[in-house]
């Protein structure tokens, strides 16, 4: 028999979506259906609980999301801190823990009144935009390869007047080198033997978002350290995600540098060293 109450469908979507191996089937059912009705998700299981009918073409969305489909490109939108950003095909989905390293740089950034601050490799914008949001008078920039990922950092950054440049890190901004008081950066840096496993990362994450380069997925974190240390001013604050076994390669390669001080691991919320932190010289 056809589901026909919001209960009965959401009960049918969650079993469809468990045995996709969907992680969290029920709370995804439950987003899927609040995306249709345009209601929050708590509104959802209210509604359920009260016999509220089944909205129109719940059972197409299940189905995309049993195809493994990423829960944010078939609403358009991911959270990230404050912020409702819009991504779907071609730009990498932010992370909650990079929500911790967007948290040092926006800390670093209200030391200095009117703070200039860059994000490398911004993808959907998230840490440029967080700052720009929750940093008031900072002036930021945000740096981006790829075509696609520009084009959503523009509809997200746009509105909160960050300055964003389509570029390589490695070379972008040199006319404002010694100048920024911070630089942010979540860049690729998974190894080429490490692939995803995760349909949702392998399939629909850009491979030029994940991917660091080097046997060791570290060409990219090492290009933006060597980044940072130009673009910043002697005091200016650095800070860069990556992978948790990456963290002591991370720090001796900014000690090896000899240009930083205060070089220090940065765990995320679980405890997991997932970024490192240092003072310009
Ligand atoms: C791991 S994603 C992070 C995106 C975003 N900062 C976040 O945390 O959600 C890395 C981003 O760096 C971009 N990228 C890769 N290589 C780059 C390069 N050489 N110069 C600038 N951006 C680059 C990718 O396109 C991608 O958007």
């Known amino acids: 028999m056809a589901a026909v109450t919001l209960a009965e469908a ?7 979506l468990a045995e996709a191996g969907v992680p969290s089937p029920r709370v995804d059912a439950e987003l899927l259906a609040a995306h249709l009705l345009g209601e929050s998700a ?6 359920a609980l009260t016999g509220a009918a089944s909205p129109e073409g719940l059972a197409e969305l299940v189905a995309e999301r049993a195809r493994r489909v990423p829960l944010q490109h078939i609403t358009g939108k991911a959270y990230f801190r404050h912020l409702e950003l819009d991504v779907g095909p071609g730009v990498f989905i932010p992370r909650p823990e990079t929500e911790t390293v967007a948290q040092h740089a926006i800390d670093a ?9 860059v994000d490398l490799g911004t993808g959907s914008g998230a840490i440029a935009g967080s700052i720009a949001s929750e940093v008031p008078g900072a002036e ?9 990922a520009h084009a959503w950092a523009a509809r997200n950054l746009e509105p909160l007047g960050v300055v964003l440049v389509r570029g390589d890190l490695r070379t972008a901004l040199e006319e404002h080198d010694g100048t920024f008081d911070v630089v942010v950066s979540n860049p690729p840096y998974i190894p080429p033997d490490a692939v995803p496993v995760d349909p949702e990362v392998a399939e629909h994450d850009p491979e030029l978002a994940l991917y660091g380069g080097g046997a060791d997925g570290m060409e990219l974190p090492r290009a933006t350290a060597a980044s940072a240390a130009r673009l910043l001013k002697s005091g200016g604050y650095f800070i860069m995600e990556h992978a948790e076994v990456q963290a002591p390669a991370v720090s001796k390669l900014l000690v090896d540098a000899g240009c930083w001080n205060d070089v ?7 405890g997991r060293e997932r970024a490192t932190a240092a003072v310009k010289r």
Do not use: I, N
Request: aromatic share 2%.
């Open 10 to 16: 959401l009960a049918e979507a969650a079993r469809l």
């Open 42 to 47: 708590g509104r959802v299981r209210a509604l």
């Open 264 to 270: 220090g691991t940065v765990s995320d919320l679980t």
């Open 140 to 148: 930021v920039y945000a740096v981006e390869l790829s075509e696609l």
């Open 109 to 117: 950034a209200r030391q200095t009144p009117g703070a200039k601050v």
